[in-house]
């Protein structure tokens, strides 16, 4: 049963709290509270507290198109998500009347911080002329919405119904056999995690287009395992808006987080809209925003079975995934299949061999792999070979072809699928081992052809399928699965692709060029296309962490920054670098037309604070050299790449480039 409403609490100084005061106040309380809460007991109860940064851009999302708010937050921890909403309702020109909140939250201790917080909500909506009430439901909200939606005539549970409904769920997962699984199972969803059990609940409860924004883990997305929840959700609710973020660590810093999380902002009907709003920034408190609208139809496909959401952050994305659309193959079509290595190394200690000797095989770990190929034996500490014993024959392959990709890939790594060919013509054994950390193709435990095996590393490491791989994969893991689930080209194409391929990898620009014309048939490979542009951006970052610039520079927005002070388009050589006079709006048109990337207007500050500032410091850009007396602050400011730069990044990817880089580094330091 609901709880009654608590007695109001008096709070010394309350009188002059301010939105911005109140959310500082209410962000104090959460890092208070976090430090009492046991790590281990957070991540078992899937207790990560919202800051206010990411409760402030989720309040941000709401319409607010009605007089009279209801409000659900489930799980509402200390209520940084109700602070935020009621800031955001008190900035806005077109006040409600009323606001009725109803927050659920069973840990003792929360709930006298979400006490002291719902306080700071009512003196903050007097102030603002709105009438504001408040109730704790110190009860399971998966079981109360479960007996409010199956109630009859022999129960007493009256169904709330809310306009909005504002969450950060837990997350933590469901046994099986559970109670909980029992109640969802009432509600109409099968689903194994209790934040997705949360977003149906939290739906259940809204009113006729009533507004739900819920921050989750993006692995709701796709996959098998939430397949029925995202059927009983989709057909519930419309998507309007998802946001991404593009570093996972930034958003619950405090609580080591590492799924990476998306928001959800759906409104409770049956007919879906024409669009759907995809935004993406780099933290919750940053003001550069990518802003993408985006067909229904392109994020959810009606025709697709398992529903899975695709999300397309900008024009770019959405040219990917047409291109991908071209390639129908299963593995299973080319009758090929992939495999995880067999050799678990610590498994097989005393059958490990530094190096290859009589009754041994080669032993092929990640770092075996280099440009295309494995190069064996390589300087490497780690065991190179495994004896054949009775143990260990069953995780031997046969020294035939294969093509071999990591299973891991670090944060850093431009790529995330990494495909060489294993050539066993190049090692005179029977047999060969491969460590877990390897995936290997083959087909039925044999080997490839050659051919097959060198178009197939061609087409994995094209920039089209790791940009792929990215937008739909939010971990650093690329599993046997994942590689089955991508479509391929028909066995005549990568066969084509083989065909190009001889002792020497193609460089990334060559391998791409070749994916282009062989089959994508495109007249003009180097015209913008995704591949064009991911490589372009990819060699402005590798310029930028060569000149020695700190990490919080080497991201996306730095790059497009430095290609347009260059007035570089994707096609063009480096050595048709130019030195335009260009302000900060001009900067981010130049994004828009020539790399497809429209960030919203009101985020330019950003580029200015967070990218440019940094330039000026580091002497790679000049301001205002057409009028130096004309003050930074003014709207006509224009920036143009320093004349020593301009000479040294016209000779990038040149034979002089390294030396050209030290003999800059060692002027401009002095």
Not at 80 to 86: D, G, H, N, Q, Y
Not at 556 to 567: I, M, P, V
């Amino acid at each position: 049963m609901i709880a009654p409403q608590f007695p109001t609490l008096a709070i010394p100084g309350d009188s002059n709290t301010t939105a911005n005061n109140l959310l500082d106040r209410v962000d104090l309380l959460r890092l208070e509270v976090t430090k009492k809460l046991q790590q281990n007991q957070r991540g078992e109860k899937g207790q990560f507290l919202t800051p206010s940064s990411v409760a402030s851009l989720m309040a941000g999302m709401f319409e607010f198109n009605c007089p009279d708010i209801s409000l659900l937050d489930a799980g509402a921890g200390i209520g940084s998500l109700i602070a935020a909403v009621v800031c955001e309702l008190c900035q806005r020109p077109n006040k409600p009347q009323t606001m009725q909140v109803t927050a659920y939250e069973i840990d003792i201790i929360l709930i006298d911080y979400l006490k002291q917080t719902l306080e700071l909500c009512r003196i903050e909506c007097q102030n603002f002329g709105i009438i504001f009430t408040s109730k704790i439901c110190r009860v399971d909200f998966i079981q109360e919405t479960a007996e409010m939606l199956n109630s009859n005539l022999f129960t007493n549970s009256k169904k709330l119904e809310f306009t909005h409904a504002i969450i950060n769920p837990p997350y933590a997962k469901i046994p099986a056999k559970s109670q909980v699984r029992t109640w969802l199972r009432s509600i109409g969803v099968e689903t194994g995690n209790l934040y997705t059990g949360f977003m149906i609940a939290a739906a259940s409860l809204l009113k006729p287009n009533g507004e739900l924004v819920s921050i989750t883990p993006r692995s709701c997305c796709n996959g098998l395992y939430f397949r029925d929840f995202r059927k009983v959700f989709l057909q519930m609710m419309a998507l309007r808006q998802i946001h991404i973020f593009e570093s996972r660590q930034k958003i619950f810093r405090d609580d080591a987080v590492l799924q990476e999380t998306i928001i959800v902002r759906a409104t409770k009907q049956i007919e879906k809209p024409d669009t759907v709003t995809i935004t993406s920034s780099n933290s919750a408190d940053a003001d550069l925003i990518l802003c993408h609208n985006i067909r229904y139809t392109d994020v959810v496909n009606p025709k697709d079975s398992e529903q899975f959401i695709r999300i397309l952050p900008d024009a770019l994305s959405q040219q990917l995934v047409e291109q991908m659309a071209q390639f129908t193959c299963t593995l299973q079509e080319l009758g090929l299949t992939v495999s995880t290595g067999k050799v678990v190394d610590f498994r097989v200690g005393s059958d490990l061999r530094l190096e290859l000797e009589k009754d041994a095989v080669p032993l092929i770990y990640p770092a075996h792999l280099s440009a295309g190929f494995v190069e064996y034996p390589t300087a490497t500490k780690k065991h190179q070979a495994l004896a054949i014993t009775e143990k260990t024959a069953a995780l031997l392959v046969p020294n035939e072809h294969y093509v071999l990709t990591k299973r891991f890939s670090s944060k850093e790594e431009q790529k995330r699928i990494v495909a060489v060919v294993w050539d066993s013509d190049k090692i005179n054994n029977s047999s060969v081992g491969f460590e877990n950390h390897l995936n290997y193709f083959h087909q039925q435990g044999r080997g490839l052809d050659l051919t097959l095996a060198r178009g197939l590393t061609v087409y994995l490491n094209s920039s089209l399928v790791d940009g792929f791989f990215r937008l739909f994969n939010g971990h650093t893991q690329v599993n046997a699965t994942d590689l089955r689930n991508l479509k391929y080209p028909n066995l005549e194409q990568l066969l084509l692709l083989g065909a190009q391929i001889r002792e020497i990898f193609p460089t990334q620009r060559e391998l791409d060029r070749l994916v282009e014309t062989q089959l994508l048939k495109a007249t003009n490979p180097l015209e913008n296309s995704p591949m064009t542009i991911k490589n372009r951006i990819d060699e402005s970052l590798e310029i930028l962490a060569a000149l020695g610039f700190p990490k919080g520079q080497l991201n996306e927005r730095s790059a497009l920054t430095l290609l347009a002070l260059l007035d570089l388009k994707p096609k063009d050589a480096w050595e048709l670098a130019k030195s335009p006079l260009r302000g900060i709006t001009p900067i981010m048109e130049f994004m828009e037309e020539e790399y497809s990337k429209k960030y919203a207007p009101n985020t330019r500050e950003t580029v200015r604070r967070q990218t440019v500032h940094q330039f000026l410091d580091a002497g790679l850009i000049v301001v205002n050299p057409d009028s130096p007396e004309r003050p930074v602050n003014s709207p006509k400011t224009a920036y143009q790449i320093e004349e020593s730069a301009l000479e040294l990044l016209r000779t990038y990817g040149t034979y002089d480039w390294n030396k050209n880089v030290r003999a800059y580094l060692v002027s401009f330091n002095g």
